[in-house]
């Protein structure tokens, strides 16, 4: 059923990328169980560089930045929310089409109880007047206190050794997970 959610979340965010001429998001979530604290979700967020505007910031660097509205519903009640920002890397120059191949990704958790709720995204590009791309899907979240439970499956793009503890570090390293549920031919 999440696979179905998923891809009629993609499907909806590219067609709506294709008619905001410009923004291209692909979203995923994963749900996971701390024993004797509660469920989470994290979510997953690649933003194609080539769908967002760069303008130089105060380094004197090019740099997109994409605004995020997240909600987390029962119904008309909010449980959860989140509004914020977040940047691309720093370019020093946009002429030669980096920001071509530059894509860059964002990463939440959201302490969650058990239940079934409608996730709410807004995202826009904060150097655009463009209307935002607006989805929503159906989530369960649905871990026993009293029985043995298994998180979701992470697949991850890459891995390294974390020298200072960020929302990606896990056990000593900083995993970049995979916003896709497959890998592709040209990954070994």
Known sequence: MKKLYLLTAFLFLTAMATFAGGLRAHMNYSTFFIPGESPYIETYMLVEGNGTTFVKNDNNKFQATI???????????????????????????TLNNVHNMINFMDQQRYMIPNGDYTMEYEISDK????????????????????????????????????????????????????VFNFYPDSRN
């Open 67 to 93: 605004e995020v509205l997240v909600l987390f519903k029962q119904g008309d009640k909010i449980i959860e929310f989140n509004k914020y920002e977040f940047n691309s890397p720093e370019l020093t120059d």
């Open 127 to 178: 150097n655009t007047d463009q209307k935002p791309l607006k989805t929503s899907q159906k989530i369960s979240v649905n871990y026993a206190d009293n029985a043995i439970s298994i998180s979701e499956i992470m697949l991850i793009d890459s891995y390294s050794d974390a020298k200072e503890q960020s929302m990606l570090t896990r056990g000593g390293y900083n995993i970049i997970p995979g």
